[in-house]
């Protein structure tokens, strides 16, 4: 593993060059039931968006959707969901570490769908901006299935001389008939 | 805050009606609270303490208070354009940067103003600076966003939306 940063040797290394295009597993996002009423109802309350395009039956059949359908970017977040029957991760969380920052059983790399690590001995990761690209919204009792790749990886110089790598990953969404609902590309500044 | 019956009538946004530097209508949410933090969190399964501990927040991580989530911000942008774009326009794609933190008491003003438009295989495209302004004149999540919109006695967007050949990035 490259010891960049300020040493003045490139943080792009070809080991890291070796893991741009790297694709993780396509997994399923949603539960096993699918896009079901009362997920979308928590999350469209909490996002405060009263829109009945999300709860009317009557009026979303008079939509040129011709049905429910969910948030922009819903699909996005179902698969941060617990599945049922795994592993409680806010108990493991604590079990680990009782000081626990509450986010310590989150998903690892190593984990199904996740990415190998990026060889980089820059370890602190800041988010540099995300991208959000939209084609269809997902429906009630839709399968999501989400997969990640690192879309690009490129170096930069902060005002200081400090080597970073500006990596960003694509996940894409699609639902059971492959079609792609919705690209979400997340930029991290490691340095 | 709009109400279910102002979507449910909302009027179309032309292509032929936006023009550069309109500043389109915001959306206000706020002054928010530590369980409008919590309720997303718990929408999300988002379990990080400094959105919804404020001990914790302030005593372990030396924040101010406890923050509202990225998340959040990430979907009330894209929530925004689709209010934009109601009934039979499309919220294309948006990007943006996370700035200054949001916290409790704070009032944001989601805002769009146009920055270009142009016609492409027959939908119009508006490029848009959004952000969220929170009530002390500071951006807290400036970015861009692509929206389509119907032109008057024009094609109606296709949905799904696949983007035009030129403009693809997939």
Known sequence: MSQ????????LTPEVKGVIGATGEK???????????????????AIMDPDPRYWDDD???????????????????????????SEDPVTRAFEENPESDGIGGVRTPEEKGGLPDVPTSLKRILNAGNEIEVRQYPKIGDHIFSQARYSNIRESVAKDG??????????????QDGAVLCILRASQIRR | MRTAEELRDKKQLYFDDVSVGQQLPPLVIGPLTPTHLFRWSAAIENWHRIHYDQSFAIYHEGLPNVLAQGSWKQSILPRYLKDLCLPDGWPWKVTFQHRAMIVPGD??????TVTNKFEEEGMGFVELDVGMRLQYDVESC????????PLKNGKPIPYPFVPPKKLATK
């Not at chain 1, 040129?64 to 970017?73: A, E």
């Not at chain 1, 400090?162 to 639902?175: G, P, Q």
């Not at chain 2, 009032?107 to 769009?112: D, F, H, N, Q």
């Open chain 1, 59 to 85: 009026f979303a059949k008079t939509t040129k959707y011709g049905q429910i359908i969910t948030p922009p970017i819903y699909c996005t977040y179902l698969g941060r969901r617990a599945r049922p029957g």
């Open chain 1, 162 to 175: 400090a080597r970073m790598l500006i990596v960003t990953t694509e996940t894409t969404y699609t639902n």
């Open chain 2, 142 to 149: 400036p970015g861009k966003a692509t929206i389509v919109l």
């Open chain 1, 27 to 45: 997994i399923e996002a949603s539960l096993p039931w699918g896009v079901e009423r009362e997920g979308l109802r928590i999350f469209t309350q």
């Open chain 2, 107 to 112: 009032t944001v003003t989601v805002w769009g």
């Open chain 1, 4 to 11: 960049a940063g300020t040493s003045g040797e490139s943080a």
